[in-house]
């Protein structure tokens, strides 16, 4: 079994530790990086091997490592923050200038409108700051309690009896949800709520709390006479529709009658449903719509009312933990004293309990069992000792295990019951310790509460009894094993402060883990040759064919971390001619980024004789039931996408499963027989996970968050509030949103909500994706807009290919589809594809157009549905009128495109580097300084650029560390004009600064301003000097004097439009406005493209786009096929009131001017901040885009 030489090139210093230390040092990480502590140190007694693994282990969670001292003071102290280290000054600057239409387009503009107070004293970044005004809300009437008397109750009832005795059907269904394990807490369920605002039901999976609870609730309530509003939310769109539909079956129902639903695009039912499902986005946006209080002399509690007092049951699904569930429950919290009749029903498989108890004032809890069968459970070391035994039938053993009958009657499991029960409340041991000393039996020192699962070893190192818990391990208790909650006798220790019983177990289990038995002799040889970061899919291969071997049928799950390991599993399994016989084994893969008709292939049973074996996700813990799966394969391991605020960068790693997902995993054995689960991890292992995942809201980014909460109240500080939550965000995650929300002008530097962050949150986006929308108007650019958001906000159209030669020709489809647009961009080549599968379906080519590019037509038509909604959304908002066509008349203009993602993505702007030494691709280089390679996926993965021509700029919507280091997934090369325009600082200096003119720290104030007047001066003095611009303080570009002069013109009115189109949503810009809106359009189709992409002339010249194509790397030239789906050419930009602009800037009433068009710059503010920026500031380099 053991393969020898198998660390080699892979091996890791990490993987040198035994796996003790490995889980010990692992945890100290994680619990120093969920802290506000800035430094960690280890203890000086770690070994040389052991400090080379933690500085790896550091080096890939994002953290400095250092070792200091000598001898027995040699110390190892972590670091959280690496930040503040600036990008690399070598790189020289770019030249910037305006083409030739642009320059006429200027004086233009500047002949007509030049520029006045405002635009040289930055009042638009003044005004920006305005506190938010009263904004009237409409009420849903969704939401509503429908309008019921007592007769109308009865008829209902009636009605529904009726159909139960007329129909074989539904007294089929009454039967079934009789037997559920949830029916006979029906009248304890009722009559508890009848007491309790809050109620909590922890419900295995299986026992029909879903469907079941709304039922009962609405019986009892129409039972009484009176009429109800439930609204129940599901976390995912998919299961609220299915929930409705189910529970409207069972009631003999259309979906939309007395159980409806609403979710972000659709609904069915309203305020005569009595039953609402709905996602918790939907109910959260009600809460925050209903709760926004944005000024002093508005009653929070009277706005509240329509919306709280048509409710009277909330039934929230928790089990996910997402940041907005944890958000909704904190909101709940402070409502319930307001609102005494609501009731609050929190629903489960997965949660702690005890802790959410707690956190609702010590609610009542009904736990309900679940329905599955036995699932026989292996770890590692039985897994390795059954491949050694090859001859041997493992399977043929359990079944004989199941024959053996307990030596435990009724009467003495109901005396363990009641002995266990009097240990932990009332400490009285006595009873226990004589059942257990009565016989020695593991059955009985190992036993678990009938109803809690918890058991002696949990009461005693719960309660400090260390000579119990000593002489229980003496006999060899199981110290894995686990209650209902999850949590072992560890973690009891752990909850309860009992530091030394802790420490006993913990030593014990190690000891254990160390003895020299024949599996643990296995075990220990085994991990120190592979890796336990990797996937050994030659040990899932093996365990695939014994267990094929072993048993005659019954499908098997394995559950890998990502579509890597599914990829290399799949292709391991593909290269044995056992696997590979499709008589024998049907290998399927379930990721969500597969197509759905590959997906569905998954639920469908394979013919007799052939094994179905499935590699997937973590999706298939919950989001899908697959009924024949018997055995399961759990590597330890799932995908987890984090972000670390001290890097300010989002983390995507393979890392361990919690206890709540093993035991989901063990479920999926047990639905439909017995199964078998092996856990591809030690007993140790086991024992060590964390009980449940970490909350979103702990590892997400959150201005979403942020903005709501002052959208709820505004004299609420942002920290205060999310304090108050569950488990509140770590503080720098906190500090980094609300900086994020004041780059945008969303909020002021001391935290009040201003008018257009008030429009930044009323929008179902994130807050940047709202300023990408209004800026897009403002070009009349809506409609790449509108896919950029939508795609943003749900998923990539791009499916993944199964076979390398189709991955190969996924990425070729998806270069050539950007090319429609100018070339080098991930999200471009999202729009061109979606504008292209809209003409396909038009003709009747969409499933020919799907299959060519890879493209899935169900997220395709989501996007579709998304963006009319988003729409919508718009047009109810004044932002647009009910015929947005000549909103979208620059749509198909690639310069003004880019622009329009810049306005989205901004401030994540990175500089491409060549390749270093030894090295074939180009980097990335951020506004840190880190150096991020761009993604294999990426379209611009193979991008090469002339150097002479300086570095291009490219924006990207994250950087992600993940296991092999920083990367960026999804980005677009870009122009310079367009980040002039919208970056959040510009500061001018001369080209070569003079050292002996900087400022001396020990000026006075009114040194310093003559100083820096002179400078002003200096550079500005005649409108053809060349100066240095500096953008963000690290891009550098040089110019001439007036046309940095006429940038900062242009960013002032930009900034002004941007504010005039928030107050004033369906009024046309004025005059001046509306004209540089138009010149601001006409210099970006002539400038803003990047200067690797080829021009808009040339994009419609086929001949001389593969021309230009020719030696690039990166860029594919549309083909035939493809250009038949193309929009019409690109014509001159359109201006933002076209029927105002129909002559251009030259068309108006022509005012003074200064001589030649040009103007005076001397006095104008020597820092410039971007457009809708609070006040000129310093630039926090922070995260500002769509999530």
Not at 126 to 149: G, L
Request: proline share 5%; charged share 25%.
């Amino acid at each position: 079994m053991v393969r020898k030489g198998r660390k080699g090139k892979g091996a890791s210093a990490a993987s040198a530790m035994n796996e003790a230390t490995l889980v010990r040092v692992t945890k100290a990480l994680d619990d120093f990086r969920a802290s506000d502590a800035e430094v960690y140190t280890f203890e000086p007694d770690i070994s040389k091997e052991e400090r080379a693994g933690i500085h790896e282990m550091c080096r890939k969670m994002g953290m400095k490592s250092k070792s200091s001292g000598v001898g027995t003071r040699r110390r190892l102290s972590v670091y959280k923050s690496k930040r503040n280290q600036g990008p690399d000054m070598e790189e020289g600057p770019s030249h910037l200038g305006f083409s030739e239409e642009s320059r006429h387009v200027l004086q233009d503009l500047f002949t007509h409108y030049p520029p006045d107070d405002a635009d040289l004293n930055g009042d638009a970044s003044q005004n920006s700051s305005d506190k938010a005004a009263n904004i009237k809300w409409k009420t849903d009437s969704a939401f509503c309690r429908p309008a019921m008397s007592k007769h109308d109750i009865t008829k209902k009832v009636e009605m529904f009896s009726t159909k139960i005795n007329g129909s074989p059907q539904l007294r089929k269904i009454m039967e079934d949800r009789s037997k559920l394990p949830i029916s006979s807490f029906k009248d304890f369920i009722t009559s508890t709520l009848d007491n309790h605002q809050v109620v909590l039901i922890s419900g295995e999976t299986g026992c029909g709390k879903t469907t079941q609870v709304p039922q009962y609730i609405l019986d009892h309530m129409w039972g009484k006479g009176e009429s109800c509003k439930i609204i129940c939310t599901q976390p995912r769109r998919i299961s609220a529709i299915s929930v409705a539909e189910r529970i409207s079956a069972e009631r003999g129902e259309a979906v939309g009658d007395t159980v409806g639903y609403k979710i972000r695009l659709e609904s069915k039912g309203g305020k005569n449903s009595s039953v609402m499902f709905c996602t918790n986005g939907v109910l959260l946006r009600v809460l925050i719509g209903r709760g926004t209080n944005t000024s002093k002399t508005r009653n929070p509690k009277k706005s509240l009312d329509d919306a709280i007092l048509g409710i009277s049951h909330i039934i929230d699904e928790i089990h996910e933990r997402d940041r907005f569930s944890d958000f909704m429950l904190t909101i709940l919290r402070d409502l319930l004293p307001v609102y005494p009749h609501l009731r609050l029903v929190l629903m489960s498989a997965t949660i702690d309990a005890v802790r959410f108890s707690q956190y609702f004032n010590g609610c009542s809890v009904i736990q309900v069992p679940g329905f599955t069968y036995p699932v026989k459970t292996y770890y590692l070391e039985d897994v390795l000792s059954i491949l050694q035994s090859e001859g041997d039938n493992h399977l043929s053993t359990t079944t004989s295990d199941k024959k053996q009958s307990s030596i435990l009657t009724e009467d003495f499991k109901s005396s363990m019951d009641d002995s266990i029960n009097l240990a932990l409340v009332n400490e009285e041991f006595d009873p226990l310790l004589e059942l257990i000393s009565a016989e020695q039996n593991p059955e009985i020192y190992n036993y678990q509460h009938s109803e809690t699962g918890v058991t002696p070893l949990m009461v005693f190192a719960a309660k400090g009894q260390l000579g119990d818990v000593c002489m229980l391990l003496s006999f060899g208790v199981d110290c894995s094993a686990q209650d209902r909650d999850g949590k072992s006798a560890l973690d009891w220790a752990q909850q309860e402060k009992q530091q030394e019983v802790y420490e006993v177990i913990i030593k014990h289990m190690e000891c254990s883990s160390a003895k020299s038995t024949e599996d643990n002799e296995l075990l220990n040889k085994y991990m120190a040759t592979i890796n336990p970061e990797h996937i050994d899919t030659l040990l899932i291969e093996r365990l695939l064919g014994k267990i094929c071997v072993d048993s005659n049928e019954g499908a098997i799950l394995v559950f890998l971390p990502g579509w890597e390991d599914i990829n290399q599993t799949r292709e391991k399994l593909r290269a044995s001619p056992f696997f590979r016989d499709s008589s024998r084994c049907l290998v399927l893969s379930l990721h969500s980024m597969i197509p759905s008709s590959e997906q569905k292939k998954v639920f469908k049973h394979p013919p007799a004789g052939v094994r179905k074996i499935i590699l997937s996700t973590n999706i298939a813990e919950t989001a899908v039931t697959i009924d024949d799966v018997v055995f399961v394969i759990d590597s330890g391991r799932m995908k987890e996408k984090s972000y670390d605020p001290y890097n300010n960068v989002s983390t995507l790693h393979a890392s361990w499963v919690s206890k709540a997902n093993a035991r989901q995993r063990e479920g999926r054995a047990g639905r439909c027989q017995a199964g078998i689960c092996y856990h591809l991890y030690s007993r140790f292992r086991a024992a060590s996970l964390p009980n449940y995942q970490i909350p979103e809201i702990k590892r997400m980014p959150i201005e979403e968050l942020c903005l709501q909460v002052k959208l709820l109240d505004s004299n609420c500080r942002i920290a205060d509030f999310l304090k108050k939550t569950l488990d509140p965000p770590i503080p720098e995650s906190v500090r980094n949103a609300i900086t994020v929300l004041q780059d945008l002008g969303a909020l002021t530097q001391d935290e009040q909500l201003t008018e257009l962050g008030e429009k930044l949150g009323s929008l179902p986006v994130h807050p940047s994706t709202t300023k990408m929308l209004l800026f897009a108007i403002l070009m009349n650019c809506l409609d790449p807009a509108l896919t950029l958001a939508c795609a943003a906000d749900y998923r990539d159209p791009f499916f993944l290919p199964m076979a390398p030669d189709e991955r190969k020709s996924a990425t070729a489809g998806k270069v050539e589809l950007a090319s429609l647009y100018g070339g080098f961009s991930d999200q471009l080549a999202v729009v061109a594809a979606f504008d292209c599968w809209r003409r396909a379906k038009d003709r009747g080519q969409e499933s020919q157009f799907c299959t060519k590019y890879f493209i899935s037509s169900s997220i395709m038509q989501m996007l579709s549905n998304m963006r009319k909604q988003l729409q919508s959304e718009l047009y109810q908002r004044g932002f647009v009128p009910a015929d947005t066509s000549a909103c979208s008349l620059n749509s198909n203009d690639p310069g003004i495109m880019r622009a329009v993602l810049m306005a989205g993505a901004y401030p994540m702007v990175g500089r491409l580097l060549p390749p270093r030494r030894n090295a074939k691709k180009t980097v990335v280089e951020t506004a840190s300084g880190g150096k991020v390679r761009l993604h294999p996926h990426s379209c611009n993965f193979n991008l090469s650029f002339d150097k002479s021509s300086g570095n291009p700029l490219l924006i990207y919507d994250e950087v992600t560390r993940g296991d092999g280091g920083m990367y960026i997934k999804k980005c677009s090369v870009v122009g310079s004009c367009p980040l002039l325009l919208l970056a959040s600082e510009m500061v001018v200096a001369p080209p070569d600064d003079d050292s002996d003119e900087e400022e001396d720290s020990s000026e006075d104030e009114a040194g310093k301003s003559t100083l820096v007047q002179h400078r002003k001066e200096k550079i500005m003095s005649s409108p053809d000097n060349t100066v240095s611009v500096v953008v963000d303080r690290w891009l550098r570009f040089d110019a001439s004097a007036l046309d940095v002069a006429q940038i900062y013109c242009l960013r002032e009115r930009l900034a002004s439009s941007i504010l005039f189109k928030v107050k004033h949503p369906q009024d046309v810009l004025p005059p001046a406005l509306g004209a540089s809106m138009y010149a601001i359009a006409c210099i970006l189709s002539y400038d803003g493209l990047p200067d690797m992409c080829p021009s808009n002339d040339l994009l419609q010249n086929s001949v001389e786009a593969r021309r230009f194509s020719l030696g690039k790397r990166g860029y594919i030239p549309p083909g035939g096929y493809l250009r038949s789906f193309a929009d019409r050419p690109h014509h001159a930009p359109y201006s933002q009131n076209s029927s105002n602009h129909s002559g251009g800037a030259s068309a108006y009433t022509q005012p003074s001017r200064a001589p030649d068009g040009r103007f005076d710059q001397s006095q104008r503010s020597f820092r410039n901040s971007g457009p809708g920026s609070s006040k000129p500031r310093s630039f926090k380099r922070q995260r500002n885009t769509a999530q």
